[in-house]
């Protein structure tokens, strides 16, 4: 099955930085890669998304890149506000096919220090 | 509109007694998703159902674990003689559209269980 790595596990900032948060896959069959915020107590929403046959993707101040040869994606928040903190959970699976289960990383706790 | 809901929101449960959790997904919303989220981990999928069929029950952690959604909308998942391995947070997820197209998942608030 599909194996999901996400680092870093935690990530602090100063507000106003930038923060990458990468994660790389395992099965070549996927082909789509949300990325979830989840506030403490708070269900996972989604943030930004990618398909496999797209390399960048952007919205407002995040976007989140993919290359498929290496398998890894990663999502990049510009000018933090400490609203971001949060934590974020990459995801992959495939579309097409009746397996739509998401893969998810371990997740990384972003802090951003006003 | 309303968005994915879940009861309870907490339960606590004795070890070896059954629970159920209910999911209400979005009205008209074909795919059902449970996933089971430890303390610090990323949700984890336990089984999927597309309208009334349960089409991957593959991450169902044991027999104990039953899920059922008999007229394609409601959900329950059933945890029977539960265990304090089973502490965790369900959350329920909906798609609007089958996999095989595009669709967010759309996830409820979960259920915290608590197995002393």
């Known amino acids: 099955g599909e194996n999901v790595e996400q680092h870093p596990s935690t990530l602090s900032v100063q507000e106003g930085d930038s923060a990458v948060i990468k994660c790389t896959y395992s099965?070549?069959?996927?082909?789509?890669f949300p990325w979830y915020k989840q506030e403490l107590g708070k269900r996972p929403q989604l943030i930004i998304d990618?398909?496999?046959?797209?390399g960048e993707k952007k919205d407002q101040r995040i976007a989140v890149t993919l290359n498929k040869t290496a398998k890894h994606f990663s999502l990049h928040i510009t000018e933090t506000q400490p609203e971001d903190s949060a934590v974020y959970f990459c995801?992959?699976?495939?579309?097409?096919?009746?397996?739509?289960?998401?893969?998810f990383g371990r997740g990384t706790q972003l802090t951003v220090w006003p | 509109g309303a968005g994915v809901s879940q009861s309870p929101r907490y339960k606590v449960a004795k070890r070896g007694q059954d629970v159920a959790l209910r999911c209400d997904p979005i009205?008209?919303?074909?795919?059902l998703f449970w996933y089971q989220q430890a303390l610090g981990q990323g949700p984890e999928f336990l089984t999927y159902?597309?309208?009334?069929?349960?089409?991957?029950k593959s991450g169902l952690p044991s027999d104990r674990f039953f899920a059922e959604r008999p007229e394609g909308s409601v959900s329950t998942l059933k945890i029977q003689r539960t265990q304090q391995e089973d502490s965790a947070v369900y959350l329920c997820?909906?798609?609007?559209?089958?996999?095989?197209?595009?669709?967010?998942?759309?996830f409820g608030p979960g259920t915290r269980l608590t197995v002393l």
């Open positions: 997820a909906s798609t609007l559209v089958p996999t095989s197209g595009s669709g967010e998942q759309f």
């Open positions: 009205s008209g919303h074909v795919s």
């Open positions: 995801a992959a699976s495939r579309r097409g096919s009746t397996l739509g289960r998401l893969y």
């Open positions: 099965d070549s069959a996927s082909n789509y």
């Open positions: 159902f597309q309208n009334e069929a349960q089409l991957d």
């Open positions: 990618i398909r496999s046959n797209v």
